[in-house]
């Protein structure tokens, strides 16, 4: 604050009460004004949290009896003498002179800055204005189980959050009802201590307050002086495709709601998949295994393969495909952060029976016959030895 606004304000008037009151008239005041002002209260005002401000700057001053001298021993001292810029006149002077700012201030001396620094010191404390501190909301975890289709293609869900909030009786303030919390007087109000440690300065919450910037004399039943309730949601929100089992994903904003105008945490949703009987993902990619006989896959053949979410595809089994070859079905996988989709990725598995009837065996007897001179193992010994 500087030494004009320090001057110039009437604490006596913001609370509405006369210099000569009495503490009692000014603690009244103060509660009376801070419930009616409190940022909490007035969340569609945003000239509320300034009032409060000064209310409560006042009231941290005036409540305090060394305080309180102090201010009137100053505004006693400077009367009505001040002049806004400086200089000397009929009946003025030049508050330069007395903070060591004038022309005849001593350079890095003793002068008029050392005759009210303890003054001021000592109503400050160095800790500047009072302020409320917006908080940022707390982060909220839950968690979701997707069918194997809902995970590939996106899907809505709903989810019912419980969260912090403020009191619904004490409408926040902490304090009970008829009573207001007054400024931490630890902290005046800022909610952090700075201190001193090796040449850097360090803030932490205050101990006093535990960062709230205020103290309840007379705590809420409901709350118990902190302010904050439990407060019950249901949001929707929308689950991308192609969210892979165990993954986390983070909805920006959507977790509990911020303090004094800070903004609200985000809700983080753990995703559990069920596994799919046919299908499987990799990446983007759905994958499925087709088995085919051996002629179709000796002959070729156009073997039809079911999609996760659509009509059958028509994959074509070239002459000679061997057992495992994977095929790409564009545009048939899970859907993409873009929006696009990903392909399905289809693995060839030959079917081999286990039961043959007397035909089947005579026609296997004669292809083994028939290609008795093709040896697929051909040479393989002598690869192997030598490796």
């Known amino acids: ?51 409060f401000k000064e209310i409560s700057e006042a009231y941290n001053v005036l409540s305090d009896e060394k305080r309180r001298k102090e201010y009137d021993d100053a505004r006693s001292l400077f009367g009505g003498s001040y002049r806004p810029g400086g200089g000397t006149g009929a009946g003025g002077f030049d508050l330069g002179d007395l903070f060591g700012q004038g022309q005849g201030a001593p350079s890095g001396g003793a002068g008029g800055g050392e005759r009210l620094s303890d003054l001021f010191g000592g109503l400050f404390g160095g800790r500047g ?35 912090e909030a403020a009191c619904s009786t004490c409408r926040g303030t902490g304090a009970k009802a008829g009573t207001a919390p007054r400024v931490c007087p630890n902290c005046s109000g800022t909610g952090h201590d700075n201190r001193n440690q090796g040449g850097f300065s360090l803030s932490e919450p205050c101990s006093e307050c535990k960062g709230r910037g205020l103290v309840v004399d007379d705590p809420c039943p409901t709350c118990s002086g902190s302010g904050r309730g439990k407060s019950t949601r249901t949001i ?52 499925i295994t087709v088995p085919v006989t051996f002629p179709e896959a000796a002959l070729g053949a156009d073997v039809r393969v079911p999609t996760l979410n659509g009509l059958p595809v028509t994959v074509k089994i070239p002459p000679g495909t061997p057992n495992g070859r994977t095929f790409r079905v564009r545009g048939k996988g899970a859907t993409r952060r873009d929006g696009t989709a990903g392909d399905m990725l289809v693995t060839v598995d030959v079917a081999v029976p286990d039961r043959l009837n007397e035909e089947a065996r005579e026609a296997l007897e004669k292809f083994r016959a028939a290609t008795a001179d093709q040896d697929p193992r051909s040479g393989l010994e002598t690869r192997a030895k030598g490796m």
């Open 236 to 287: 929707q929100t929308r689950i991308p495709g192609g969210v892979s089992d165990g993954q986390r994903i983070r909805l920006k904003g959507k977790g509990a709601p911020g303090e004094h105008g800070g903004p609200a945490g985000d809700l983080y949703v753990v995703v559990h998949v069920q596994a799919h009987s046919v299908f499987g993902k990799s990446g983007d990619n759905l994958t």
């Open 129 to 163: 204005r009072t302020t409320t501190q917006p908080r940022r909301g707390a982060d909220v975890e839950t968690e979701t189980r997707l069918t194997f289709g809902e995970a590939a293609t996106g899907v809505t869900r709903s989810f019912k959050l419980s969260s």
């Open 1 to 51: 604050m500087s030494t004009k606004d320090y001057l110039e304000k009437d604490y006596y008037k913001v609370l509405g009460v006369s210099k000569t009151a009495s503490q009692d008239e000014i603690k009244q005041s103060y509660r009376t004004l801070a419930r009616a002002n409190h940022p909490d209260a007035n969340t569609d005002d945003p000239t509320a949290e300034e009032r």
